[in-house]
């Protein structure tokens, strides 16, 4: 997370390689202690390198298929290690399919940095 520094009143942000670095690592060890995980990635200011102070990293996960609904599927998996506050969506293989046709020019997210690909697509 961001620091203040002891000797100024200038909060230091992360550098933009250790967001990602942080990034790529969480979604290795994701896959790799969930199998039902067909891709993660990071979209959002960080995939379109325009991130600046304060930007938090968005964060996309597809599993293979779940019985949890949307809006508590994030909640199984902890992003608080990361060193800028993330957001995290979790989408089934079917859902992400479903997105990605619907929008001819990519995904509705923009660019995604695919760290782990296992055809979510």
């Known amino acids: 997370m ?3 520094s002891l000797s100024s009143a200038v909060l230091k942000w992360p550098e933009a390689a250790q967001v990602r670095a ?6 290795r060890e ?8 067909v891709g993660a990635g990071y979209f959002g ?10 930007s ?3 964060l996309v996960v597809v599993v293979a298929e779940s019985a949890e ?3 508590r599927r994030a909640a199984r998996w ?3 290690g990361l060193p800028v506050p993330a957001d995290l969506l979790v989408y089934t ?4 399919t479903a997105l990605v046709g619907a929008h001819p020019r990519g995904t509705p997210l923009g660019v995604v940095r695919w760290v782990v690909d296992r055809d979510p697509r």
């Not at 200011?45 to 304060?54: L, N, P, Q």
Request: glycine share 8%.
């Open 93 to 96: 293989r079917a859902e992400w």
């Open 30 to 37: 994701l896959a790799g202690r969930e199998p039902a995980v």
């Open 45 to 54: 200011s960080y995939a379109r390198e325009d991130f600046g102070v304060g």
């Open 78 to 80: 902890d992003t608080t």
């Open 56 to 58: 938090d990293l968005d």
């Open 69 to 71: 609904p949307f809006e």
């Open 22 to 27: 942080s990034a790529e690592r969480w979604a």
């Open 2 to 4: 961001p620091v203040r």
